[in-house]
């Protein structure tokens, strides 16, 4: 009985201590759950969000990682946080390996000649080769194949996505992409074709970053649209050997450097420490980066303008971030993971919005020592709850770029949007603006909005605490 | 009262004069009644049109007249005519100029600079034009715009299509695409761009033929897709000057003949006399041609066998006709025109079915004499009523390849397609099989069935009559 006082007072003194042995439970003040409410309402009126994607989307347009459009992105992204009225604004380099797509065809040959739509998986090097096609139903059935039975022909995975709210299928889709190229070069495999890991059905292929074992030469490798898998696979129904000419200009070349971009809203009474809120601002070259992830970039500027807005801030600063090379391989959140990996629990939490630009329709929290918030992630929840967002305990995890600080003991917010339609567009060229429902981005500027807020004034942990990982995978 | 009987003596012997000065009703049998009646419910539970489209979008592919494909395609429908149980096939040849396209790119230079996706027009030359862009809200717009006015400039026609289910609204869209660039040369401009008559969202641009009036040197000119022309808008919107580099490589080189290819069910009594349907066996090249027009191709084929399967047929005979290049201006259907003009009479009416796969809702016939036909036009409405059709008097009109011939007198009939969705798809890479839904294919070819069977076993005619004509426009 002695004890809790004792701790509590701890937790007074020493904020960022809150989270020992036994904490106190994380408090939310009744002013803040009210100025939130406000915030949530001003937010659902607001189009910050939608402007800030239309202007990235329009003037910048693609923006392919180590493109030439990269740079033009971080000056975008600096200019705009400034417009916004963010007090700091920075930039921290993140280096990686340079992938180019210069051309990409491919055509059946013979009696049935067509040409094919398809789009080079990124990673994949350039190459001009042509096969007969031997199609696989699923990646398993490709793993299955015997040895050599696929010497100097080109693979075809033909798996269907299924679409679901929460994107579940993608699983199968980014395996298949992922893994794919390297199971056909195993089989002997000259090049690897796969469809689209897509749930659409138009003339428009899905690009993503694939990847190639150790010790194994890369073969062009693409996917094609799912109306050209479909075509491909009746061409196969007919019994005979289908010829297809797959010509890749593409591949690595050097490194490149861009930068996370930063802009933070200075907190009032613990300033160092933060809520992390962000999306990505590389997004594939086929679209304008609409929703992967303008949208994400779009959402949370929108929610730390809006809160720097306040006549009063919360006690923590809310940190946007928008991150460098997501797309092809957690780049920027990893380098932000490891430039802050000593600051975790000056982390309060962080959230990153890349599933497009779907309602929210779910929340939760999680960390190393999520017990004492458990109350507080309920309030949250209730705030959001006239949004159309129920609280999910023990459901989600961390975003993307989010994932390698979460790796390091930094705890995360899920705020789960409605992905149904996501893969008709995720990583194609039909990712464009106007695919964004206006009134949806509002809502996610408003969830994003509440949330930030009230974990930022709110007494008391989510439970961040540095931890010793092994580096994160891909 | 004399003159009754008289008439009617005279259009039971001679049934190809009844439509003259006092003709007699034309009639349809109770019998006839019947077996259109059951032929409908067959046709409904039959998947040969399905089969055909499949058969044609698989094997042959995109078919544009002139092309390597396009004779595969003449040999395919010979094929299939006779595999379909037709009794005679034949072909006759149409000649036409080569249109070819080979490579199409386009982009925003400078600040914004970005690529835009695009389609060359039919019909544009070859070019490599940069210059700035001046948007026009539509045709008027441009024509309006003062002489010189677009000097060293790229002209931009930025009008969107409405949706509708009679496709009302592409009058407007291939006017912009037929006319825009004369317009747009005699004001000076290098270049023309306009957005795509379509009604969709997607990263696909619609094709379409266009044309140059005489003494006007033709300018590369070619159609964004939809969303590319609403970035173009908003980057014009920004206020400053937007300048495009535009890179075609198409043109016209000498001429190609392909062939209408014919199959026909041989009538029973009057076999000289035929009932023409048919669809345009070629297509734009980016797509397959499911909707334009490889459905009007099975519709109509389909719709000809089940005839034929029938124990009794006919009076007259069903002659199907698969157009050779419709697309580029209406070939095919102006050299059947040319090639039968003396056979008016012997066509008891025609139909073409170019207007996708949606299903039928209206049904007319017209003529230059359609008097005596109403009542038996009404009837084969009334077989038609439970497909959801209904009678249309005083409206329609022939379809696209049956114009030329009913210029030289012939009936038409018109069965109107759901379009709604048509110009989502038309022209475009979108155009592909699995846009078409079987069961309204299947209410298609029950429809076709329906009326040409009682159109070939009528007693009397539906007015074709021949009259001399000034050539049809395109």
Known sequence: MRLAPLVLALAVACPSLSHAAQPAATGLSAQSLDAAAQLREQALADDTGWKVVESLTTEIGPRMAGSEADPKAVAWAQAKFKALGFDKVWTEPVTFPKWQRRSEHAAVLGEHAQPLTLTALGGSPAGNVQGEVVRFADLAALEAAPEGSLKGKIAFVDYQMVAARDGRDYGNGSR??????????????????????????????????????????????????????????????????????????????????????????????????????????????????????????????????????????????????????????????????????????????????????????????????????????????????????????????????????????????????????YFNLHHTPDDTLDKIDPKALAQNVAAYAVFAYLAADADGSFGSEKKEVTPPSE
Chains 1, 2 share one sequence.
Request: with cysteine.
């Open 176 to 421: 298949i992409r992922s893994r794919g190229p390297s199971a056909a070069i195993r089989k002997g495999a000259i090049g690897y074709l796969m469809r689209s890991a897509g749930t659409d059905s138009h003339r428009v292929a899905h690009t993503g970053i694939t990847r190639f074992d150790e010790g194994l030469t890369p073969v062009p490798s693409a996917a094609l649209s799912v109306p050209d898998a479909n075509q491909l696979a009746r061409l196969l129904a007919l019994g005979k050997p289908v010829r297809v000419q797959l010509d890749l200009d593409c591949g690595w070349d050097g490194t490149a450097t861009s930068y996370n971009v930063i802009g933070e809203i200075t907190g009032s009474s613990l300033p160092d420490e933060v809520v992390v809120i962000g999306g990505h601002l590389d997004s594939w070259d086929q679209g304008t980066g609409a929703i992967d992830d303008g949208a994400g970039v779009g959402i949370t500027m929108a929610a730390g303008h809006l809160i720097g807005q306040l006549k009063h801030a919360p006690k923590r600063s809310i940190r946007v971030i928008a991150f460098a090379n997501e797309e092809q391989g957690l780049y920027g959140g990893k380098a932000y993971a490891e430039a802050h990996k000593d600051q975790v629990r000056l982390h309060q939490i962080g959230a990153e919005s890349d599933f497009g630009a779907g309602r929210i329709y779910a929340f939760n929290t999680g960390s190393p020592a999520a017990e004492a918030s458990r109350a507080a992630t309920a309030k949250i929840a209730e705030v959001l709850a006239p949004l159309g967002i129920e609280y999910a305990p023990d459901k989600g995890g961390p975003g993307p770029d989010i994932g390698p600080s979460a790796a390091h003991g930094m705890a995360w917010a899920w705020l789960a949007q409605d992905g149904t339609d």
